[in-house]
């Protein structure tokens, strides 16, 4: 008894003994950035893997890829500086990335900054390893500026105790919209310095040690991003559940929203790199000095399957085929040598014995040819000849066959173009052109069962004495098979054309979204920076006015806290499919960010300007939203500003509507104020 106790208590104890214990290194705190890891391990995947996982948050001021390192955990999340430690000569090794692109940007006041240039003799609050933002700064020609260390507090940024600070554009722009700050994100990629983001990477010795097991756990985990990706709001009640309730459900929604733009599963496999632009990458490092030129990544980027072949056997393989050239080569010389040779001792042996055999070669290789050989006389019209491939094609003998005259060997509509095609090349030969001694058509003819069968037919006229054509030398070749592989082919260009089709209507969707605000589908702020500065150029150039209005819907937060963000997003719609239908065709439209909308009239003078502003004040005070058992209504206010009155440049042009909007907003709201520059 006590053996079958231990034995029972074995079983139920080992699959548990079974799971390999290994731990994860975060980059981070708990938030949706690691939502693939909480997913495999709450669905299971881990598990079905053969792995327990636990997962570590980074302490402040500690290194996930020392950690790693060190053996303090086994795997790890770390960013593109994977690339200058493995340059280094540090083994670790990336397994997949998770972000193709960095979510790394620098926040600033959009009331104090409106470029990136701007920041020079600036404070700005940087991390010391923060390359990409580095390099773009260099890039960009930001090189005098005051690095603050960071608090990861954007309200040091809201109260002005620094002018930029370097954030994720997943995590602190919720935390600025919520405070309704206004800010500008600024991107390292405008500049071409496209880092990856978050990446799962482990060291040379555990995929030597555990290949498989590596290769498993890299499977769990893409399986768990994919399904996070398809689950965001599960996957953030189990954040807030299980991990960290440092983050409400909705940033970690706005979290998940913007990591699907950087990711982009839709387009891009969840863990695809490639080793080129992890060599980019390396390559910034070395402008920043902080790799020699000739760096080396080797190694760097994991091998998911397993090489087929050593990489001896391909050298082997490239001088066996040279070496059975060279012996073919020779082969072939010397067989010829030896067909000449016989070829002169059968002339030696005399002619007639050639001639004798020469017809029975020709029957036997007319008999024993898949393909029909056949022979008819044109007075007659009925065959004189046709080989015995004729039966495993149509079914008929070769006897059959010639008993039968040519109309019956072919379907109506073929023996119809036939005759037709004949009567043509016999006229053409009449008339002198020796290129209608022969033709080639495709033709239907009948089976035995009663099935149809496509013909491919070369023919050629035989001549009498007199140089007359007498009869046809034809070959029938069954093309079944070939007209099968054409329509697998046409089928093929179709589908062919309709992917291209769908890839360009993506392209021109993802155009559309890059330039379109995905709640109001109005045009947004990096449209109106590109649009601004080309129309203000214009106007300048054919000397017309320019008006710029931006407006603003008052107490907007109020909507939000006490409806709800759906019935602030119908506000918003609301508001914009008001201005949408009152300005003209060359208006631009833009939803400039939150609340914020601007509209751009070229040729419209300062006085026209705002009066339109004023009449759309008035509408918009007349709109009434329903919601639910509620009806919203909201007021607006507006700045007018215009070129060439008040201002010459874009930013100046932004400044003096802003500014002439804040006065609209001080002097009680719900109302148009034109900018008044202050007196000198």
């Known amino acids: 008894m006590r053996l079958i106790t231990l034995v029972l208590l074995w079983i139920l104890v080992s699959p548990a003994a079974a799971l390999e214990k ?24 881990f598990r079905d893997a053969g792995f327990d996982v636990s997962l570590r948050e980074l302490a402040d001021g500690h290194d996930p890829i020392s950690a790693v390192l060190n053996g303090e955990a086994d795997f790890g999340v770390a960013a593109s500086e994977l690339a200058l430690h493995r340059a280094q000569g540090k083994p670790v090794v990336a397994l997949a990335v998770i972000i193709q692109h960095s979510p790394a940007v620098l926040l600033v006041n959009r009331r104090k900054i409106s470029s990136i240039e701007a920041l020079n003799e600036r404070r700005i609050m940087l991390l010391p390893h923060e390359a990409e933002l580095l390099a773009y700064l260099k890039r960009a020609g930001v090189s005098r500026y005051t690095a603050v260390p960071h608090s990861f507090d954007t309200a040091d940024l809201i109260a002005g105790r620094v002018d930029a600070l370097s954030g994720y554009s997943t995590d602190e722009p919720f935390v600025l919209r919520r405070e309704k700050f206004p800010f500008l994100a600024f991107s390292p990629s405008t500049a071409g310095v496209d880092f990856y983001g978050d990446a799962l990477f482990t060291v040379e010795q555990r995929i030597a040690k555990s290949p498989d097991a590596v290769r498993a756990f890299r499977a769990a985990v893409l399986r768990g ?29 706005f979290e998940a929203s913007e990591m699907a733009r950087l990711m982009q599963p839709d387009l891009v496999e969840i863990g695809q790199m490639s080793a080129p632009r992890w060599q980019q990458i390396g390559q910034t490092y070395a402008e920043l000095g902080m790799l020699p030129p000739g760096f080396s990544l080797d190694g760097l980027v994991y091998r998911s399957e397993p090489r087929s072949l050593p990489d001896w056997v391909w050298p082997v393989l490239v001088f066996a085929t040279l070496v059975c050239s060279l012996v073919a080569i020779a082969a072939a010389h010397y067989a010829r040598l030896n067909r000449r040779l016989a070829r002169e001792i059968k002339i030696r042996q005399g002619v007639e ?12 290789l007319a008999e024993q040819s898949k393909d029909v050989i056949w022979t008819l006389d044109l007075a007659s019209m009925r065959f004189t000849y046709v080989s015995a491939a004729v039966e495993s094609m149509r079914g008929f003998t070769p006897q059959e066959v010639m008993a039968q005259p040519l109309a019956a060997a072919l379907t109506e509509a073929s023996y119809a173009a036939t005759m037709a095609l004949l009567e043509e090349h016999l006229r053409r030969l009449g008339e002198g052109d020796t290129s209608a001694m022969s033709a080639m058509t495709e033709v239907e003819q009948p089976h035995k069962n009663g099935s149809i069968v496509s013909s491919e037919v070369v023919a050629s006229f035989l001549l009498d004495d007199d140089g007359r054509p007498s009869s046809i030398l034809g070959i029938s070749r069954d093309n079944s098979e070939r007209r099968a592989s054409e329509a697998q082919l046409r089928a093929a260009n179709e589908s062919l054309r309709s992917q ?15 330039i379109r605000d995905s709640l109001t589908s109005c045009f947004n702020r990096r449209y109106l920076d590109e649009t601004l500065e080309r129309e203000l150029s214009r106007a300048r150039r054919e000397g017309y006015p320019l008006a710029l209005v931006i407006l603003d819907l008052d107490h907007f937060k109020q909507i939000n806290d006490t409806y709800g963000h759906q019935a602030g997003d119908a506000a918003l719609k609301e508001l914009a499919n008001q201005l949408r239908s009152d300005i003209r065709h060359e208006d631009v439209l833009c939803r400039y960010g939150g609340e914020e909308f601007v509209i ?37 206010s507006a700045g007018v500003a215009a070129y060439p009155d008040h201002a010459r440049m874009p930013d100046d042009l932004m400044q003096s509507a802003d500014q002439a909007l804040y006065v609209a907003k001080n002097e009680g709201r719900n109302r148009v104020v034109v900018y008044s520059p202050p007196a000198t």
Do not use: C
Request: proline share 3%; aromatic share 12%; net charge positive.
């Open 225 to 253: 991003w994919q399904y996070a990706m398809d689950h965001p709001e599960e996957l953030a009640e189990l954040i807030r559940r299980q991990y960290s309730t440092r983050h409400s459900k909705e940033h970690l929604l």
């Open 600 to 636: 751009l009239m070229p040729r419209m003078p300062l006085g026209i300007a705002a009066e339109r502003a004023e009449r759309w004040r008035r509408a918009i005070a007349e709109i009434r939203v329903r919601f639910g058992s509620f009806e919203l209504a909201f007021t607006t």
């Open 500 to 514: 291209l089709q769908e890839i360009e209507q993506l392209q021109v969707a993802l155009r559309e979204q890059a």
């Open 22 to 45: 290994v731990s994860v290194q975060l980059n981070w705190k708990h938030q949706f950035q690691f939502a693939g890891f909480y997913a495999a391990i709450d669905k299971g995947y």
């Open 353 to 364: 014995a050639a001639l004798r055999k020469s017809k029975q070669r020709y029957r036997r």
